[in-house]
Structure formats: C-alpha cells, structure tokens
C-alpha cells in the first residue's frame, strides 16, 4: 500500500470565484430543498465541472477567497461583496431553513469525522495516508459552527469537543497537510488540526 500522503490541490481564486458565483445563484432553490449536498455544474478554466455543493462547502471558499483578497482583481472583490449581500439577503429571509440545513451537515461531517478515526484504530497506516482528505470535514464543520454562532446547539459543540480530543491523541505536529500556497489563509492557532499527522 502507497504511503504518499493524500493530496490536496487548492483550487485558484478565479475558480472558487466561479463555483461560489454559482452557488449564490442557486442558494434560494437549494435552501428550499431537502438535500444537504446538491451538485452544480460549473464552468470554470477546465471546462465543465460537476461541483458537490453544501452550506460547508459555500462557506470555506468564502472563507478561502477572504484570506486571499490580495489575489483577486477589483472586479472580482467588487463581485464578491455582491454575492455576499445577495446570500445574505437569501439566508436571512429563509433563516430556519439555513440554520436547519447547517446543522444537519454538521452533523453529517461529525459522523464522517467519527468513522474516520474508528477506522484509523483498525488501520493506522491507511489512516495517515488519508488525512490531508479526511480532514476537510474538520474545517468545513469550523466555518459552519461560526456561521451558525450561538444558534449551534450544545451537542454539537460537545461532539466536537470529543472529536478534537481524539484528533490531538492521535497526532503530532507537522507541516501545513494542505498545498502550502494557501497556508496563510489557516493561522496555526485556529486551525491547528491542519498542522498535524497521525502518529502511527
């Protein structure tokens, strides 16, 4: 079995512009809907893409083109503050339905997270090959807890209590685990489990 760490390429700003643009767009229907996950079809520099979108999803490249700014054209920061007003004006008119979705994907990556390190107890090697991928759950659940903020219901912040005990027993520091261009936009402090590998 490889132990090459899994990899993951970060996706330019000019590419998370055109996903996040197609998601605004679609966030009223998707909000009315019942599934956490809906794929879009985005037309970026590669042609053609089918993206797996999610409230997770929208929010880390919102959070990624902010730590960015620097790279995005005027047209582009002027784009974005416009998503942003158009987003925010969707969410607050369809605010339970938002917090609702929210919280039923975190949910759904605290389960995925859960299963994650049940098997790595099984298989330790496997486990540190397929960090770098398994741990964009941990993220994705970080910018949904501080875009549900005190609507996130205590459960939820304990699971994530214990999910974070786990992931600190079982690793030890390293180097940023994403592709390292993007590493200033994930201070060590508040993303610490990005600077950590499995042990084993």
């Known amino acids: 079995m490889s132990t090459q760490l899994s990899t993951t390429v970060a ?6 512009m055109a996903v ?38 929208l929010l880390a490249r919102l959070h990624k083109l902010d730590g960015q700014s620097k790279l995005l054209s005027q ?24 917090q609702g979705l929210m919280e039923r994907e975190t949910r759904a990556r605290l389960n995925s997270l859960q299963w994650y390190l049940d098997d790595c107890e099984e298989d330790p090697k496997s486990c540190r090959v397929q ?34 005990r786990r992931l600190r027993d079982m690793t030890a520091s390293a ?3 994403w592709d390292r261009r993007v590493a200033d936009v994930y201070p060590r402090g508040e993303y610490w489990y990005l600077y950590a590998l499995p042990s084993a």
């Open 11 to 16: 996706a330019t700003p000019a590419e998370d």
């Open 20 to 57: 996040v643009r197609e998601m605004a767009n679609e966030l009223q229907d998707y909000l009315m809907g019942e599934e956490v996950y809906r794929t879009l079809v985005v037309v970026t520099s590669q042609g053609e893409e089918r993206i797996q979108s999610s409230c997770g999803d």
């Open 75 to 98: 047209a582009q920061r002027d784009e974005l503050v416009s998503i942003r007003r158009r987003m925010d004006a969707t969410t607050k008119a369809m605010q339970s339905r938002y």
């Open 131 to 164: 960090y770098p991928f398994e741990i964009r759950n941990r993220q994705r659940i970080a910018e949904l807890s501080k875009a549900q903020g005190d609507k996130l219901p205590a459960d939820i912040q304990s699971e994530t209590a214990a999910i974070d």
């Open 175 to 177: 180097d940023f685990v």
